[in-house]
């Protein structure tokens, strides 16, 4: 598997939610990576899509859900994850406030 292929405008798997059929509904590593890979490339500014997608494709849907939502989300950032994703989840005030810390602590490492 060569990284090309998750940014290449030739390879195009229609519909998206399919590519659990390309790479495998097992939720062994080598097969979700790959899924995620590619749903997070093809999808890199839109969060909700790549995750339906990702959902979508049956099998270890978690798993490959997890990865391609922690893939775009670093991608897009707390503003680009739909906010009814947020506010649904049980402690999200206290989710809010650690990816807000971990992004200042980012921060502060690109100054070092």
């Known amino acids: 598997m060569q990284a090309g292929q998750f ?27 790959p899924a995620a890979y590619y749903l997070a490339s093809r999808f890199r500014e839109d969060y909700e ?6 959902i979508n494709g049956g099998g270890q849907n978690m ?21 009814r994703f947020i506010t649904g989840l049980r402690d999200a005030q206290r989710y809010q406030a650690l990816a807000a810390e971990l992004e200042q602590w980012a921060v502060r490492q690109e100054t070092l």
């Open 7 to 33: 940014t290449s405008p030739d390879i195009v798997i229609e519909p998206a939610w399919k590519v659990s059929l390309v790479y495998g509904m097992p939720c062994a590593i080598y097969h979700q990576l």
């Open 49 to 54: 899509a790549a995750v339906l997608h990702a």
């Open 63 to 83: 798993s490959r859900a997890l990865l391609t939502g922690a893939l775009v989300g670093a991608q897009v950032g707390l503003e680009g994850i739909p906010h």
